[in-house]
């Protein structure tokens, strides 16, 4: 256990730099240990949303003014973007094989749902399916 907590803070390093990383708390209060990790998404240079609004400017003649390129920035987008995070759950996966942790399905259409909805799913489940009878 030791040594996969280790490496899963040695990956959060790696991936988010060492000084984004503020915290990384193991939870063994549930079924499955887990980490919870603070990082905070501090990268360089120009915003991708500034980018993007600052060269439609450009085209539509708008004056537009410079900024700095290379200065760092707290920035989810470029941290948390879904290409991103796809690729955070493969390469996690690649450094917990020795573990046996496979990476879940790549592309699954299983969509998130809230626990009321999943309860409401089941209770409805549960009224649909025939009863047994009792002899």
Request: charged share 35%; hydrophobic share 30%.
């Amino acid at each position: 256990m030791d040594a996969w907590a280790k490496d899963s803070c040695g990956w959060l390093q790696k991936t988010f730099g060492k000084e984004n990383v503020v915290s990384a708390v193991l939870h063994l209060d549930e079924k499955t240990p887990h980490i919870h990790a603070t990082v905070v998404p501090i990268t360089r240079g120009e915003r991708r949303k500034a980018k993007l609004e600052r060269e439609k400017n450009a085209q539509s003649g708008k004056r537009t003014y410079r900024t700095k390129k290379d200065r760092p920035c707290l920035c989810a987008d470029g941290v948390m973007a879904r290409d991103k995070l796809k690729a955070y759950q493969t390469t996690y996966a690649e450094a917990m094989a020795k573990y046996g942790l496979r990476r879940g399905v790549e592309g699954s259409e299983a969509k998130h749902i809230s626990t009321q909805q999943y309860y409401r799913e089941v209770l409805s489940a549960r009224t649909k399916s025939p009863s047994r009878s009792r002899t």
